[in-house]
């Protein structure tokens, strides 16, 4: 028996709580993953999982077990990377979440200088603007814009950038320009909800004047692009990050409005499971994704 292997197949089945979604990520049969998990289980002597119609769970010697087991392969995989590091080199596969917009506009364009610099290193990026869960998804390093309050992750803020209610110049031309947040009542309204029915609450700040709005719409839209192809169709005024009509605002298609009013910024954070290690090759990503001149402008300004 290949006890690493098993050991990779055992934390695997712990934290996805189930053998099919361990066959995927590895690539093998069912059969295959039951049988590794067996045949560790009968040369330890003790049961490790516990089997039932709701999952996996990892008996009493189980957790003990799998703790241990994932500091060994997390130790497994930083001496590799080191070496790796000490050659200059990043290799292996790094799996990323990171929203779709966001990652369209800011991230890939900008992945061939840091694949070119780290020919050995295999990316996967999963574009998602819900929060996917990292362990059972298997993701190193997870981009995320907004509050994050889940204390199971480890989180480090890499930026902030301003958010603006924005609009095309034919929008304005058809329908005129507010002069207040209140005003904005009166307009069509694209709302952004990721999650549906919770809608959007906006804090507008001028000194030491504050205005609360409920934003509300005929249109929402549970995904970025969808605000941005509802905007740039004249279809309305939306609250967005600059950052999600870059191109736009710097052509001049969608100019911001209320500019001396002020909106909570958007944050860019990078979360990473809890009680692992961090990888050569995830700080290096990150590193990347914080060195990005576009992310720092005067609006986009970094926070360490």
């Known amino acids: 028996m290949d006890r690493l292997g098993a050991m990779e197949v055992f934390v695997l089945a712990v934290e996805t709580g189930s053998f099919s979604a361990v066959a995927r990520r590895l690539s093998l049969g069912q059969p295959a993953v039951s049988k590794q998990i067996a045949q560790l289980e009968a040369q330890l002597g003790s049961r490790l999982l516990l089997r039932s119609t709701r999952g996996l769970t990892p008996t009493e010697a189980g957790e003990a077990y799998y703790q241990r087991a994932r500091q060994i392969l997390d130790d ?67 981009l995320r814009l907004g509050e994050q309050a889940d204390s199971a992750l480890v989180a480090r803020r890499l930026s902030h950038c301003a958010r603006r209610v924005l609009g095309t110049p034919a929008y304005l031309a058809a329908r005129g320009m507010p002069t207040s947040p209140q005003d904005l009542q009166h307009y069509d309204l694209v709302i952004y909800s990721p999650k549906p029915g919770l809608g959007q609450q906006w804090l507008f700040c001028r000194g030491e004047e504050q205005i609360a709005l409920a934003g509300r719409g005929r249109l929402t839209v549970s995904a970025a692009e969808g605000m941005r192809a509802a905007v740039l169709a004249d279809m309305g005024l939306a609250v967005s990050s600059e950052w999600m009509f870059a191109p736009e605002l710097a052509r001049g298609e969608v100019v911001p409005i209320l500019t001396d009013w002020q909106l909570p910024p958007l944050e860019l954070w990078a979360l990473f499971p809890a009680g692992r290690q961090l990888s050569a090759k995830s700080r290096a990503f990150v590193a990347f994704v914080a060195s990005l001149p576009e992310l720092q402008s005067p609006t986009h300004s970094r926070l360490e």
């Open 76 to 142: 497994i995989r930083e001496a590799d990377a080191m070496v790796a590091q000490c050659r200059g080199e990043l290799s292996g596969r790094l799996r990323v979440s990171a929203p779709v917009t966001f990652a369209r506009l800011h991230i890939i364009p900008q992945l061939p200088a840091f694949m070119g610099a780290h020919p050995g290193l295999d990316i996967e990026i999963l574009l998602d603007d819900g929060n996917v869960d990292l362990i059972s998804a298997g993701i190193d390093v997870a």
